[in-house]
Each structure stands twice: as structure tokens, then as C-alpha cells.
Nanobody
Framework: QVQLVESGGGLVQAGGSLRLSCAAF????????MGWFRQAPGKEREFVGA???????NYADSVKGRFSISRDNAKTTVYLQMNSLKPEDSADYYC?????????????????WGQGTQVTVSS
């Protein structure tokens, strides 16, 4: 059974940093693109960024230059480093896995999802 378990969320002041982690279980980690999405109250879930098994990344324009994704294939864990956080970054952040090498940006293109971790950025 596939499980994605996020951690690292919390409350941070604007301008601060957080690092989210997502541990994956039950899948051949190197065969999956790992994505991060977020969903603010009353809004649709949106793409944040994704990383392929060999380390290629892409990001939403809203987070480029502030967020970075990395992965440790040996630990089957993906990370989201968030710097220069803004109040509008407040949301539940979700880790997702997609079989293959295409770093898709659409929610429906991902096969597995974590439960999410909450990030709140105060002004």
C-alpha cells in the first residue's frame, strides 16, 4: 500500500523559512515524479512544484526563486524548502506521486496523495 506522509508545517512569520518533508512508502520511488501542491481555504488545489527522479524540477511562477524541491532517493523522501514566505503562501501543502518522468502540473495527473500539512504565514 502506497503512503505519502508529509511533515514540517507550522506557523512562521512573513519573510521566514520552512522545510517540508514527504516520506514515501510502498512504491518504487525512483520511478515516480514527486510533486507539491497547496490548497488555501476556499480555493482550488494548485501546483507548487515537481521533481523527477533524476532531479529535474519545475515550479509555479508564484514560488519561483523562493521555493526549491529536492529528493533523496535512498531515503524515499522529497523536500520542499520554502524561503521568503508570504502570507499568501498560507495553505495546506500536499505531496503527490506520479508514475513516470513527466513533471505534470495538474492535480488529476498524480496517482497518490499525502494527507497534507498546514503552513500559516503571519504578516
Amino acid at each position: 500500500q502506497v503512503q505519502l506522509v508529509e511533515s514540517g508545517g507550522g506557523l512562521v512569520q512573513a519573510g521566514g523559512s520552512l522545510r517540508l518533508s514527504c516520506a514515501a512508502f510502498g512504491l518504487t520511488f525512483s520511478g515516480y515524479v514527486m510533486g507539491w501542491f497547496r490548497q488555501a481555504p476556499g480555493k482550488e488545489r494548485e501546483f507548487v512544484g515537481a521533481i523527477s527522479w533524476f532531479g529535474g524540477t519545475n515550479y509555479a511562477d508564484s514560488v519561483k526563486g523562493r521555493f526549491s524541491i529536492s529528493r533523496d532517493n535512498a531515503k524515499t523522501t522529497v523536500y520542499l524548502q520554502m524561503n521568503s514566505l508570504k502570507p499568501e503562501d498560507s495553505a495546506d501543502y500536499y505531496c503527490a506521486a506520479r508514475r513516470g518522468a513527466d513533471r505534470r502540473v495538474v492535480v488529476g495527473d498524480y496517482d497518490y496523495w499525502g494527507q497534507g500539512t498546514q503552513v500559516t504565514v503571519s504578516s
